[in-house]
C-alpha cells in the first residue's frame, strides 16, 4: 500500500454498506460528509440504504479492500465521488446541502 495520504487516521472510523464485506460488492460512491467530516463507502445498489446494512469499520481497512480510493484521499468535506464499474474512473462534485427544518 502506498504512503497514507487520508488527512484523518487510518483507524478513524467510517461508514460502509455491509455489502462490500459480505457479498464482495465494489465500492461505487464515497461521501465525505460536510456536518462532521465523516466518510461513508457505498456499493452500487440504488435505493435508501437500512441501518442494518451500514457498518462501521476503520478507514484503514476501507483502503486494503479497494486501493482505487486512495485517489480520493483529498476529497474535501461537502464532496462526494462516484463510478460506474469497478475499473471506471472516479468522479467528483460538491454534494448538494441536506435539507434542514429550521421550525425544530
Same mark, same amino acid.
Given at each position: 500500500?502506498?504512503?497514507?495520504?487520508?488527512?484523518?487516521?487510518?483507524?478513524?472510523?467510517?461508514?460502509?454498506?455491509?455489502?462490500?464485506?459480505?457479498?464482495?460488492?465494489?465500492?461505487?460512491?464515497?461521501?465525505?460528509?460536510?456536518?462532521?467530516?465523516?466518510?461513508?463507502?457505498?456499493?452500487?445498489?440504488?435505493?435508501?440504504? !437500512?441501518?442494518?446494512?451500514?457498518?462501521?469499520? *476503520?478507514?484503514? +481497512?476501507?483502503? #486494503? $479492500?479497494?486501493? @482505487?480510493?486512495?485517489?480520493?484521499?483529498?476529497?474535501? !468535506?461537502?464532496?462526494?465521488?462516484?463510478?460506474? *464499474?469497478?475499473? +471506471?474512473?472516479? #468522479? $467528483?462534485?460538491? @454534494?448538494?446541502?441536506?435539507?434542514?427544518?429550521?421550525? !425544530?
Amino acid at each position: 500500500m502506498k504512503e497514507w495520504q487520508f488527512a484523518d487516521p487510518p483507524n478513524v472510523g467510517v461508514l460502509l454498506d455491509r455489502g462490500i464485506v459480505t457479498r464482495g460488492d465494489w465500492i461505487a460512491y464515497v461521501s465525505h460528509d460536510d456536518d462532521d467530516g465523516s466518510w461513508q463507502f457505498h456499493n452500487s445498489e440504488t435505493g435508501p440504504v !437500512e441501518e442494518g446494512d451500514i457498518m462501521i469499520v *476503520s478507514l484503514q +481497512s476501507v483502503l #486494503q $479492500r479497494d486501493e @482505487s480510493i486512495q485517489i480520493l484521499a483529498d476529497l474535501p !468535506e461537502g464532496w462526494h465521488a462516484w463510478r460506474s *464499474s469497478k475499473s +471506471s474512473p472516479w #468522479q $467528483r462534485a460538491k @454534494s448538494r446541502p441536506t435539507p434542514t427544518n429550521d421550525n !425544530e
